[in-house]
């Protein structure tokens, strides 16, 4: 390899058949601008090489490649506390799905309940006002009962008092009202 280089370098140094002709002389002649171009940048490269730009670049480009590091290292601790946070607010949103559910239950156990006590509270009424009406009608019945007892003791008593009195003479009467005045008063004692 360093073989084909030297034969490459020598040849292209070496002047040619067309350069001897025209009266050049040479490549290594100062009026072959090829030449003065490889010397400009030979110098070139010299200069860059003295003030270190190479060095320079090469800091320049590591402390990029460092700030694209942190900035790299910086976005992964983000993206990790942005997950973290998800995460949280996932588990969050769960328990309040799941505390949600719970009352939403309580809230049907509840009205099941204050249901099933609002139609017991109507059974109760019901029956009470039921019970009323029966002990309404229960005293009615016995008031009716003891008014037609009533009447038909006031008209027992009346019929009595009137055959009593076609019977009874005016002078018996007043015996048998007195004989029923001792009566009474031998019973009371």
């Known amino acids: 390899m360093t073989r084909m280089i030297a034969i490459l370098t020598a040849s292209a140094l070496a002047a040619g058949p067309a350069a001897a002709a025209t009266g050049d002389y040479g490549f290594f ?18 200069v860059l090489l003295y003030f270190k730009v ?8 590591d402390k990029r490649a460092d700030g694209i590091r942190k900035d790299l290292d910086e976005a992964r601790r983000l993206r990790e506390e942005a997950q973290e946070i998800y ?3 996932e588990r969050r949103q769960r328990e309040v ?11 049907k156990r509840e009205a099941e309940a204050q249901a099933a006590k ?10 009470r006002r039921l019970q009323g009406a029966q002990d309404q009608i229960a005293s009615a019945e016995s008031d009716a009962v003891r008014a037609v007892r ?27 009202i007195d004989d029923a005045i001792e009566d009474v008063a031998r019973r009371l004692n």
């Open 29 to 46: 002649s100062l009026r072959n601008t090829d030449f003065i171009v490889l010397l400009a940048f030979i110098g070139f490269i010299a």
């Open 97 to 107: 799905k799941t505390q949600a559910d719970q009352i939403v239950a309580n809230a």
């Open 54 to 61: 190479p060095a320079m670049v090469a800091g320049l480009l």
């Open 118 to 127: 609002a139609q017991a509270d109507l059974a109760r009424s019901i029956e």
């Open 150 to 176: 009533d009447s038909a003791v006031q008209a027992a008593m009346a019929a009595a008092t009137q055959i009593l009195m076609q019977q009874v003479s005016s002078g018996k009467r007043s015996a048998g």
């Open 87 to 89: 995460a949280s607010y």
